[in-house]
């Protein structure tokens, strides 16, 4: 276990519903990220929340509407997508000093496995 | 956790022998790189990472080297086993940044 978990695993949605994924980790790190693996591209990354704030809002559709409650706990709230957002959506997380370099890498939890009708 | 539909370019070697993964980097100011694995069903995992300031570093099995000159990384794993097929991912960032960018990976298949 990489102490970050996503759920569900797998999601089917129609392009008129609402969903959410989830995220959690368990390593008491201060900043999350969202990725997306598709069919067609490497991981791209999609936000990145540190100590709960965004920081990083990598030009996403706003159909892609993320939330970070606290350090621990990340969502991404999904509405009326499009057969194309059909993808891997990863949830990471990392531990990030303040001031000065980092000090590792990221932890990825094992994914939402996401298709839309 | 698979990259289902990629066209990622593919090694194939032997069991027992070693395995080459190279990997060419796009942003010559990143300063920290890593190397991840990504098995069938499963999000990507931690191999190895290096600094800037290093131009090898050694793991169990791995090694990772890297030629700021040409702005290239290579992954090296010894004794290549089954458990070792798997997507292999490059990724380079700033030590001081948060943005990791990925390599579109390579398929390592280890044959019997």
């Known amino acids: 276990e990489t102490g970050v978990t996503q759920t569900p695993r797998h999601l089917v949605m129609g392009m008129t519903n609402k969903k959410s994924l989830k995220c959690e980790q368990h390593?008491?790190?201060?900043?999350m990220y969202w990725y997306k693996q598709s069919a067609k591209k490497p991981l791209e990354l999609m936000f990145v929340?540190?100590?709960?704030?965004?920081?990083e809002n990598n030009s996403v559709p706003s159909r892609f509407s993320p939330e970070c409650p606290n350090s621990s706990h990340l969502f991404l709230h999904l509405h009326t997508l499009q057969p194309e957002d059909s993808a891997l959506y990863l949830c990471?997380?990392?531990?990030?000093?303040?001031?000065?370099?980092?000090?590792?890498?990221?932890?990825f939890g094992e994914g939402s496995r996401l298709t839309v009708l | 956790g698979e990259s289902v539909g990629l066209h990622l370019p593919t090694l194939s070697v032997q069991e027992g022998d070693n395995s080459i993964i190279n990997c060419a980097y796009s942003n010559s100011a990143s300063d920290y790189f890593i190397w991840y694995k990504q098995e069938s069903g499963k999000g990507p995992q931690f191999i190895i990472d290096i600094r800037s300031n290093m131009d090898k570093r050694q793991g169990q099995r791995v090694t990772v080297l890297l030629n700021k000159t040409v702005k290239h990384l290579s992954l090296q794993i010894a004794a290549t086993q089954p458990g070792d097929s798997a997507v292999y991912f490059c990724a380079e960032a700033s030590l001081y940044g948060q943005n990791f960018v990925f390599g579109p990976g390579t398929r390592l298949s280890v044959l019997p």
């Open positions: 390593l008491g790190h201060n900043a």
């Open positions: 929340y540190n100590f709960k704030e965004q920081t």
């Open positions: 990471a997380s990392s531990h990030e000093p303040r001031t000065g370099q980092r000090t590792g890498e990221l932890f």
